[in-house]
């Protein structure tokens, strides 16, 4: 209760920094917006010349579209700009103010920054994720639902446990802030099922930087062509990774002085 | 031109010392600009094998050659310019460049240069791991490779010169957030990156036609693949000349009433 408390603080924190630039607003919703038509636009040159790719519909790629922008959202609006804030700290030493803190830092450090505006993102994902549904005739029950939330659920641990990771680094190297690019530009791949592609991309995607739990996943599951062991290895891989991450971050402190305290 | 050489040389060389210290950094974002093409040749290739080998005059293999240039010319060509030119103006960072007797223009064709150079020892074995990896298509005669360095080399001013052209915008409106985004979600489909132009829907192709992008990019490329034609060739090349030309003076006349508006916001 108390952490729901305080994410609601954070939150309200960040709407409040956030109003004092609202022209910001409208150029996040262009951006977004322009996004959301190239990726449609992509997808209507590719399907039309195929009716099907790797086996999927083209229904089925927007769901996963809809994922990919949810999902790229969600990392925008608060695991991107709270680990690199994080970063920025311990460089500067001003981690210091979130140790001291009574609470858990892992905590603070992955709430601390809220960018509202990338709710665009957020929402935008949703819409395109119901018009697929909605086009594909509304064709899941309660048991296709839950597994859905539930591949999302755990593919979200697992991104957030390897964002945590990666920004853990820093304790051990001071400048590493382009680490997190590798995620993001890996992250694009994630716009297509990770099945098509040669397979030691598909591994990378899988194991070195998680996408596929992600986003493919989930999208399995609503294109009714989920496999029992892909949900079990995600529940897995997910319940190891937070963890190990909480783990690393407890080693991670341990060797924080405090840079310029 | 002595003189000149010997500035570019300084320039150069200031930096090759300044970008060798940020030689991780500089990798890590080299993997967007490897792994698009990559995604889109899966994409492709997965399409051509789905309809039995062939999409348009395409089959796996010549999507593998195509994006595999492809990479290699948007590696040589991009600019970084319009993602800091509305901040040196906004910072005031201008005002440093503008004190030194020389254009400003010439110091960031260095740098990219510079850059170039430094990266090519990535982009180089990468291709030829690709090479390996997707088994494309792709014959070498020495006529056309001569003739696709000249379209390279071209190409790589040609689009520096719109792309500086049309940072100086910022001198109006000293964020360009929205100006940038725009060009590169157009450069994404005309240039070739997202698909070869000639799978793209005709009047698609004939924004293609008119703009720079194709030439800077789809061109070269489909001539190294040996794709086009005699008279698409000299086509290519006038498109080319036209749009380097232009942009040259885009950037004469911009700068000219660009500088005398500029006022160093930030200091």
Redesign the interface.
Known sequence: MHHIKLIWIFFRIGMLNEMAYRVNFY?QL??SV?NL??AI??LA??F???????GWQAVDILALLGVFMFVGGVIRLVIHPSMSQFMEDVRLGTFDYTLTKPCDAQFLASISQIRLWRLTDVFLGLGVLIAALIYKGLGIGPREAFAFAFALCTGGAIIYSFWLMLATLTFWFLRIE??L??F???Y??GR?PIG???I??RYILTFLVPVAFAITVPAEVLSGRLTPESLITSGLLCAFLLFFSRWFWKRGIKNYAGASA | MRHYSAIYWAFLKISLLNQFQYRAAMSIWMIGRILEPIIYLTVWSTVAQARGGHVGAYSPADFAAYYIVLMIVNQFTFSWIMHIYDFRIRQGELSNLLLKPIHPIHSDIAENIAYKLMTAVIIFPTAISLFFLFEPHLTFHIQTCATFLLALGIAFFMRFFIEWALSLVAFWTTRNEAINQMYFTLGLFLSGRIAPIDLLPGPIQLLADALPFRWAIAFPVELMLGRLSQDQIVNGFAMQTLWLLAGFVMIKLIWRVGVKKYSAVGS
Do not use: C, F, K, R
Not at chain 1, 48 to 54: K, Q, V
């Open positions: 150029v262009l951006q322009l038509g190239t636009a992509g040159i590719v039309a010349h195929t009716d099907t790719l790797g382009n680490i690019v590798i993001q530009s890996m694009e791949a297509w098509i592609y040669p030691w991309l």
